[in-house]
T-cell receptor, first 115, second 116 residues
Framework: DQQVKQNSPSLSVQEGRISILNCDYTNSMFDYFLWYKKYPAEGPTFLIS?????DKNEDGRFTVFLNKSAKHLSLHIVPSQPGDSAVYFCAASPSYNTNAGKSTFGDGTTLTVKP | ETGVTQTPRHLVMGMTNKKSLKCEQHLGHNAMYWYKQSAKKPLELMFV???????ENNSVPSRFSPECPNSSHLFLHLHTLQPEDSALYLCASSQEGGGGPPYEQYFGPGTRLTVT
């Protein structure tokens, strides 16, 4: 049973518009969430995170929203730029897991931003 | 070198070969990880070394054997692999403990493994 799901394998948006990437989770023990971005031939790089004590975290063009009751989070990128084209992974972890740092990853969503 | 490095970047091996993947982190972290990424599947955590403690995923076949000689180096020894083991193998590191939430992981570029 996949505990973290990204139901949209791909997303295409026009440059300058908003990109919204979604992630759902099933494990109620998850209370810390991270987004990673991955370019081809590179490893994933950390983008932004959110703790369950918050419902929003913003960093420049990137904002993550968390809806605990729905077990849903989303990453908003605005305005989208062609350089944002990459695979985006959602990851979740119990925050008590500080000594292992194990995160459960989703399948990833491939974002294409068209000029 | 900075960040997390992995060698080799590409590896083709036969099912009877023995090879090793190497990972080195230059970030002073105290935890290191091996992940497997197969096509159209999420990242699968294989092994964790954290604060000198090895946490093993029991579903990993014994033909994969990790080694962590110190906090900066991590190896994945491979022997008698199967074609379905062909995948991208990613190493990551992070700073764990300290009483706070889990920190983000820093990933290497991966080793693309093909088993023939």
């Amino acid at each position: 049973d996949q505990q973290v799901k990204q139901n949209s394998p791909s997303l295409s948006v026009q440059e300058g518009r908003i990109s919204i990437l979604n992630c759902d989770y099933t494990n109620s023990m998850f209370d810390y969430f991270l987004w990673y971005k991955k370019y081809p031939a590179e490893g994933p790089t950390f983008l932004i995170s959110i703790s369950s004590i918050k419902d929003k975290n913003e960093d420049g063009r990137f904002t993550v929203f968390l809806n605990k009751s729905a077990k849903h989070l989303s990453l908003h990128i605005v305005p989208s730029q062609p350089g944002d084209s990459a695979v985006y992974f959602c990851a979740a972890s119990p925050s008590y897991n500080t000594n292992a740092g194990k995160s459960t990853f989703g399948d990833g969503t491939t974002l294409t931003v068209k000029p | 070198e900075t960040g997390v490095t992995q060698t080799p970047r590409h590896l083709v091996m036969g099912m009877t070969n023995k090879k090793s993947l190497k990972c080195e982190q230059h970030l002073g972290h105290n935890a290191m990880y091996w992940y497997k990424q197969s096509a159209k599947k999420p990242l699968e955590l294989m092994f964790v070394y954290s604060l000198e403690e090895r946490v093993e995923n029991n579903s990993v076949p014994s033909r994969f054997s990790p080694e962590c000689p110190n906090s900066s180096h991590l190896f994945l020894h491979l022997h008698t692999l199967q074609p379905e083991d062909s995948a991208l193998y990613l190493c990551a590191s992070s700073q764990e403990g300290g009483g706070g939430p889990p920190y983000e992981q820093y990933f290497g570029p991966g080793t693309r493994l093909t088993v023939t």
